[in-house]
């Protein structure tokens, strides 16, 4: 009887286990877990890193500010091994993947570096760079782009002089040129040169530059019953191209005035247009 009993405990003893065994209880699961931290390396020529930890958690919001040693050199973008990272409120962060990271800055080159009011990260500064390094925009002042500033006929009438190969410089004034090559060709009538400029007043020169194209588009801008007459065929070219585009309600706001950052992305998004 007693053997019986012996027996009878091993089998239960061998069954508690099993199932403890089949349920992950006495036994340490060796598999990774959320703990594990991964190793970030800053690559940090021309510039230095402030924030990055050594080592962070996957899920890790990293968030850290970039100094650049060399006054020559803009950071155009920071790069989380292949990923670029988010750029707000003067900061970078990326969220930490599964495995190591190495943090780089991306430099950008060209006349656009000497402008301090032109931050690296802002929604402008790609267009001012380029308008710059072909030489459609200069600043208005050293080392000042003035994005925010307002776009004057005569402005207009010099960036596409230069868009056409024209010699700007040299004449009475900085706009003398340009003005008389704008009458000639027919985009401007040449009057109120120092006069802001309205979006439909700009858009009208470009789509004249173009050779006043006609286009079968259906304008569903819920301000297109704002565009002047005269503006409406260049205008439902403009959209039509992706020259101008709406704001976040699709609005075109055809009579207000440009800024000198607006008018850097429509002469970049209109010159690349004439590339293709």
């Known amino acids: 009887m007693k053997k019986f009993f012996s027996i009878l405990t091993i089998l239960c003893l061998c069954l508690s286990f099993g199932m403890l065994a089949a349920c992950g209880g006495g036994t340490k699961n060796d598999d990774k877990t959320q703990d594990t931290e991964y190793t970030i390396t800053a690559q940090s020529e021309d510039c230095s890193f402030d924030g990055i930890p050594a080592q962070a958690k996957e899920g890790d919001k990293i968030s850290f500010t970039v100094s650049v040693s060399d006054s020559l050199k803009t950071v155009e973008k920071v790069m989380a091994n292949d990923t670029e990272c988010t750029f707000a409120d003067g900061k970078y962060s990326f969220t930490m993947p599964s495995a190591k990271v190495t943090v780089k800055a991306v430099f950008t080159s060209g006349a656009a570096l000497v402008f301090s009011d032109v931050p690296a990260g802002s929604w402008y500064y790609d267009a001012v760079a380029y308008v710059s390094e072909n030489g459609l925009m200069n600043g208005v002042d050293a080392g000042t782009f003035d994005p925010n500033g307002t776009l004057t006929r005569a402005m207009v009438w010099t960036i596409l002089a230069r868009l056409e190969g024209v010699d700007t410089e040299g004449g009475a004034s900085w706009y003398a040129k340009a ?12 009057e109120d040169p120092m006069g802001a400029i309205t979006r439909e007043q700009l858009v009208t020169m470009l789509w004249r530059y173009s050779g006043a194209p006609g286009v079968e588009f259906l304008l569903t801008a819920p301000d297109a019953g704002k565009i002047s007459s005269w503006a409406m065929d260049a205008m439902r070219w403009a959209v039509s191209e992706g020259i101008i585009e709406g704001d976040e309600t699709g609005a075109v706001n055809p009579t207000g005035s440009a ?6 992305a429509i002469f970049m998004r209109f010159a690349e247009g004439l590339e293709k």
């Not at 003005?179 to 040449?190: L, P």
């Not at 800024?259 to 850097?264: D, V």
Request: hydrophobic residues 45%.
């Open 179 to 190: 003005q008389a090559w704008a009458m000639e060709s027919g985009v401007s009538d040449g």
């Open 259 to 264: 800024t000198r950052a607006e008018a850097a």
